[in-house]
């Protein structure tokens, strides 16, 4: 008998930034029992489970990424027994919750690291990466951190350097090391007994560097002034090293004996370097290796379409496909393509075949916000300034109405709020039947009523002029989505074909059609095919 298909294939995820979701204590800071009040809106919205980024205790010297105790909730958010109320009431309303766990690295004053550090003979030392300086007394390689300068940072008191992908403050768990593995497997197991239905596995590609520490070679397509510095190097010996993929398959059996929880992995890599990540049906790997493709090709039909042909082509066949469109990491869909744009990327990301995850705030078409430079957060655009790598901007609080601080906060939130909100936040858009928020509605509810949407297959992908065309196949019943990525009319054949459109961008059309689609500039159809 064939299984149903898992909870994961046909939902929704939506993302929340916990620090700017809403806040219900007056500090400007969201919380779990301001993201509880908030579920009612997850479910009218229509998306099946929410994403949290890091909810942990943490000095917040990476907002979140640096944890100081992966079992605890950070009193900014709430405590444990708020965690329990959230997965209760979640859980009552069929939303799924999924929990962001950061297995690359802890925070510099987690109680492990500052074991590791107290000496070389601690127990503990072991547990992070710990090198002697290179000979000049320099750092042991030219190992490079993401948020600029060296990846290693020399620890005074015991003469040695220690490795960080990221910040100082964010050190290097040791995964050759069993105990590492097996208190991070803990982690994992605390959490799942508390009902949690996944794991949004960061900066996974990280997790095992190389047992010589070898230097990386230079990059020689590395663009000085726009790419981050860190991409002056190849990184082959710091990144999706051989061990790290029987830790891919360990995690899928410790999950799997929870039962049908889901494993999501933070993977910015080309197509067939994602590909692994799903392991063989015999020894499975994670369930979504995440495909952030969306973020970084350019907006243009052939590139577009390539993409989805080589994505789908590369995929193994028991491998399911997942789509992003924007995350805490990146600028906002809206700023990027503008507002009409947007609208035709929601009904994309929201058609296409695979998982799709949603980032907070997109569903209203929310932009990036300038902030100014005393009140900048991110430690990336403190350590690199200037060069448009700080991430608050896509991070600033939710829009709910037009009322003070967007009715996130009453009180000076901890990043501006956008100058626009008076304009995009639910309350208006709710009231609104061409709102951004209600095409996100309307596209939900497709998906949720066809299954051609949700399960089917994915045929035809073509460009037409300045359309983006594709089929969405299931029991006979054929969907055409047909994208116009410009500001101005085309079409799309039909061929002898004829139709209805169930929905578009514009929200104000359902008529028949035959022959041929016409679309207005920025406009996005799905078409029933008879
Ligand atoms: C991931 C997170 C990012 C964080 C980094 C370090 O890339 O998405 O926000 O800064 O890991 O943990």
Redesign the pocket.
């Known amino acids: 008998m064939q299984a149903a298909t898992p909870w994961w294939q046909s939902a929704t995820i939506y993302h929340i930034y916990p620090r700017s979701f809403q806040d219900s204590n007056g500090d400007g800071v969201g919380d779990l029992p301001g993201i509880n009040a908030r579920l009612d809106y997850l479910v009218e919205l229509g998306v099946d489970a929410l994403w949290l ?1 890091p909810i942990y205790p943490s000095p917040m010297a ?2 979140g ?2 944890v100081s105790d992966f079992t605890d909730i950070h009193p900014l958010f709430g405590n444990l027994a708020d965690f329990e109320v959230l997965i209760r009431e979640a859980h009552a309303r069929d939303l799924r919750v999924i929990l962001d766990y ?1 297995p ?2 802890s925070s510099d004053r987690h109680p492990w690291f500052q074991a590791s550090r107290a000496s070389r003979d601690d127990p503990r030392r072991d547990w992070y990466l710990w090198r002697d300086p290179a000979p000049d007394g320099g750092p042991p390689n030219n190992w490079l951190s ?1 948020f600029g300068g060296p990846a290693w940072t020399l620890d005074q008191l015991t003469g040695q350097y220690y490795y960080h992908a ?1 910040l100082r403050e ?1 050190p290097d768990l040791n995964w050759r090391n069993p105990e590492v593995r097996e208190a991070m497997f803990q982690v994992l197991r605390f959490w799942l007994e508390r009902g949690v239905d996944g794991f949004r596995l ?2 996974f590609r990280r997790l095992v560097k190389d047992a010589g520490y070898r230097d990386e070679p230079p990059n020689p397509e590395y663009c000085p002034g726009v790419d981050n510095p860190a991409k002056q190097l190849l990184s082959i010996y710091t990144t999706e090293q051989p061990e790290l993929f029987d830790i891919v398959q360990d995690m899928r059996r410790l999950a799997d004996d929870y039962g049908e929880r889901v494993l999501i992995g ?1 993977l910015y890599l080309p197509i067939e370097r994602l590909m692994p990540f799903y392991g063989t049906p015999e020894a499975p790997g994670i369930q979504l290796p995440g495909n952030f493709h969306l973020l970084m090709r350019p907006w243009e039909t052939t590139a577009l379409a390539d993409l989805i042909r080589e994505y789908e082509a590369a995929l193994p066949a028991h491998g399911w496909p997942n789509w992003v469109l924007g ?3 990146n600028h906002r869909i809206a700023s990027k393509l503008g507002p009409a744009q947007a609208r035709v990327a929601a009904m994309l990301l929201l058609t296409l075949r695979g998982t799709p995850t949603l980032y907070y705030g997109d569903e209203l078409g929310m932009q990036d916000v300038l902030i100014p430079p005393h009140r900048v957060q991110d430690p ?1 655009e403190l350590n690199v300034p200037g060069q448009g790598f700080g ?1 608050d901007p896509e991070r600033t609080p939710m829009q709910w109405t037009d009322g003070i601080h967007a009715g996130f906060s009453r009180v000076e939130p901890w990043l501006p709020v956008a100058a626009d909100a008076h304009r995009i936040n639910v309350e208006s858009e709710r009231a609104d039947s061409h709102s951004m928020l209600n095409l996100h509605r309307c596209l939900l509810w497709l998906r949720r009523q066809e299954t051609a949407l949700s399960l089917g297959a994915i045929d035809t992908v073509r460009t037409e002029g300045a359309c983006l065309c594709y089929r969405r196949v299931a029991n006979g019943r054929r969907l055409l989505v047909a994208l116009n990525l410009s500001d101005t009319e085309a079409q799309v054949s039909l061929g002898a074909g004829r139709g209805r459109i169930l929905l578009s961008t514009h929200l104000d059309r359902e008529d028949a059609v035959a022959g041929m689609v016409r679309l207005r500039g920025d406009e996005g159809v799905v078409v029933a095919l008879r």
């Open positions: 980024s990476d907002f990424y640096d950061i690359n690295h993401q990221y964010q960061d900066a933070e995350n805490h990491d990336w991430r």
